[in-house]
RNA sequence: GCCCUCAUAGCUCAACGGAUAGAGCACCGGUCUUCUAAACCGUAGGUUGCAGGUUCGAGUCCUGCUGGGGGCGCCA
């Protein structure tokens, strides 16, 4: 919010360095961490020491950082908007005038609303592919941190200013598909799923996976319905495609509940033949080597790029010529680009598979598709129990999406019952629908991507501390100030008294929200946003409570009203970029 | 064997290579006659796994080690 202060700063100090002979570094500008002090800083310490080398002196560098300090100090004018400039032990600290920069802040919050915080357009246009569940299968917890990640991210880079297509991949052919097929037929033909459309597949899936281990004869079944599906047998078919559609329509159901849409989607059956296409310009470059029938097809990428035990072997086609992930994988990343003009291209898939998503880039890049280097996997850790055990189905240890929500629902509503008894039970719902899902998103947005997420139940539900009601419950008090008050908000209020030290921290951390969204964008972590709503919201109790808003004189009244306002909308909007919605009241 | 990743307060986690390593939970004690107490305040808690290195400066970067997790040709 502070660009062009920044830039005039920049110039006196490059203009400065070149009349005392110093070198000249890009200033990196920092917040002033000391909390009541709001302005930014930069340090000289690397100015300093690259001055003594240049100069072939032996200096104590922070004494000589402090003494370069000073000088910028001495000889900067102030830019409107500032009041004071000092040297502090190498770092030359700029205050801003409260008066000025809190009054733009509020203003701007206010008068952009929805979109504070936004960045200017790129221009550019990135695939974020996430979600990809595979269809006649369950969809539990351990899905969930994708999709939410996914979204997140989603938002996040179109706040940021790219031009973002969601897109997800679905799993909708196999060997999971047929043995589903080969267990309805026989034991359930002619149902039809009722309510909880996903966890009916499940357990027809699982159903499945345990006849297969138990009947003799399941494996022969099998085998002979994969073969009539492989011929493309007409019944068969239909079936496929009528079983399909109410897979998508579970996940509909469950992408609804999340709040997560997508601009496009991709099948797995969409890429297959495309898919075996690549793997014969694999072969007849030269880059995948066909073993056939002994033996599979293998980009062999150690060999191609001379590296030792990084790259591995890709097997790009069964022995039988059937296809596997990777076939449809390296079609699919190239129709992406063809599709959509695609500057980039964001795969959030966990992290197991790093090592194959850098094999499939590094086989994009040796088929040389030029946007190859424009792929990236987002890899986040994934959703274990506690014990650090991996949820299965095998074992029976998932902990079903639904299941989760409707305890997470039940629960927010009663303490809703407990706080708010006279609200409507429309508004009830709402509230712990949206406290009961916040709290599961914010769980897996508040740590770092690369940090495994241990479910429990207990943390999962719980709603106090460092979690999404704490926040929205800050904002849901900045409202009832706003709604109490019952006017329309006052207009452009000059600042006419001394800022308490609380109002400034908050006008300093909204301000932060933009730099914050580049941030976020640039390294994929909607961790960085999660903790500014916090923060955010944490210093919005400490000013609700020392500030009063309603009981001060006019002029301080009409400016506060204008503050809780603007930190609402901050709180909201980055709740927003995590997929979070704010309630009016709980 | 090779590669990736994690290790910070009792627990769960923060901390753009910078100033005094911070929150939440849990524990103990306090605060509703004032805009919703789903809140706030206070006390306590640390050799940032270990050893080197780079740097003016390292929880952060590099190397090695220890320990946990993951991955390494016909699963997705």
Not at 276 to 284: H, S
Request: hydrophobic letters at 40%; proline letters at 3%.
């Amino acid at each position: 919010m502070f660009e062009s202060e920044q830039k005039n700063l920049e110039n006196q100090i490059r203009q400065i360095c070149g009349e005392k002979e110093l070198p000249f570094n890009p200033i990196i500008w920092s917040w002033i961490p000391f909390s009541g002090n709001w302005g930014i800083s930069a340090s000289f310490f690397q100015l300093a020491s690259e001055d003594a080398k240049q100069r072939s002196v032996r200096v104590n560098v922070p004494q000589r950082a402090q003494e370069i300090a000073q000088i910028f100090a001495d000889e900067i004018a102030l830019p409107d908007g500032f009041e004071r400039i000092e040297a502090v032990r190498g770092y030359l600290n700029i205050y801003f005038s409260t008066k000025i920069y809190a009054q733009r802040v509020i203003d701007s919050v206010i008068d952009e609303r929805q979109d504070f915080g936004r960045g200017e357009r790129t221009g550019k246009t990135v695939m974020v592919e996430f979600s990809q569940p595979n269809t006649h299968k369950a969809f539990h917890v351990g899905h969930l941190r994708n999709v939410i990640l996914g979204n997140s991210v989603c938002n996040i880079l179109d706040f940021a200013g790219e031009k973002v297509v969601r897109t997800n991949y679905l799993g909708d052919i196999g060997l999971h598909v047929i043995k589903w097929l080969w267990c309805y037929m026989k034991y359930h033909e002619g149902e039809k799923p009722l309510g909880d459309i996903t966890r009916w597949m499940g357990d027809i899936y699982a159903e499945a996976t345990r006849r297969h281990e138990e009947e003799p004869d399941a494996e022969g079944e099998i085998r002979s319905l994969f073969a009539r599906w492989d011929r493309r047998d007409a019944d068969i078919v239909a079936l496929w495609e009528e079983t399909r559609q109410w897979s998508l329509d579970g996940f509909d159901q469950i992408y609804q509940q999340l709040n997560v849409h997508f601009d496009h989607l991709y099948f797995e059956s969409d890429v297959e033949d495309s898919g075996k296409e690549v793997v014969d310009v694999l072969i007849e470059k030269g880059i995948a080597t066909d073993e056939r029938p002994e033996n599979a097809v293998v980009v062999k990428l150690d060999e191609l790029c001379g590296t030792k035990e990084k790259y591995r072997n890709l097997v790009v086609l069964r022995s039988d010529g059937t296809s596997l992930y990777a076939t449809k994988d390296l079609s699919l990343a190239a129709r992406k680009f063809e599709d959509f003009n695609l500057d980039r291209s964001i795969y959030v898939i966990d992290v197991r598979q790093s090592l194959y998503m850098q094999q499939i880039f590094k086989t994009l890049e040796l088929m040389n598709y030029p946007w190859a280097k424009d792929c990236y996997h987002l890899a986040y850790e994934i959703v274990n129990l506690p014990g650090n055990v991996t949820m299965s189905s095998r074992d029976g240890t998932v902990v079903f999406l639904q299941d989760l929500i409707d305890e997470s629902m039940e629960r927010a509503l009663a303490i809703v019952e407990e706080k708010n008894p006279s609200l409507t039970e429309e508004e009830k719902t709402v509230i712990s629908n949206n406290v009961a899902l916040g709290a599961l998103k914010y769980s897996m947005l508040s740590r770092d991507n690369t940090k495994i997420v241990t479910f429990d139940w207990a943390a999962a539900l719980d709603f106090n501390g460092q979690a999404a009601p704490y926040i929205q419950y800050a904002a849901v008090r900045a409202n009832s100030i706003l709604r109490k008050w019952g006017q329309g908000l006052p207009g452009v209020t000059a600042l006419a008294y001394e800022l308490t030290p609380v109002e400034v921290e908050l006008i300093d951390l909204i301000s932060r929200m933009p730099k914050e969204i580049q941030r976020s964008a640039a390294e994929f972590k909607p961790l960085f946003i999660a903790n500014l709503a916090f923060d955010l919201a944490q210093t919005f109790n400490n000013f609700y409570r020392q500030c009063p808003v309603l009981q001060a004189e006019d002029a301080v009244r009409d400016y506060r009203l204008r503050l809780a306002a603007a930190a609402r909308q901050a709180i909201v909007n980055c709740m927003y970029l995590l997929g979070i919605e704010t309630p009016e009241i709980m």
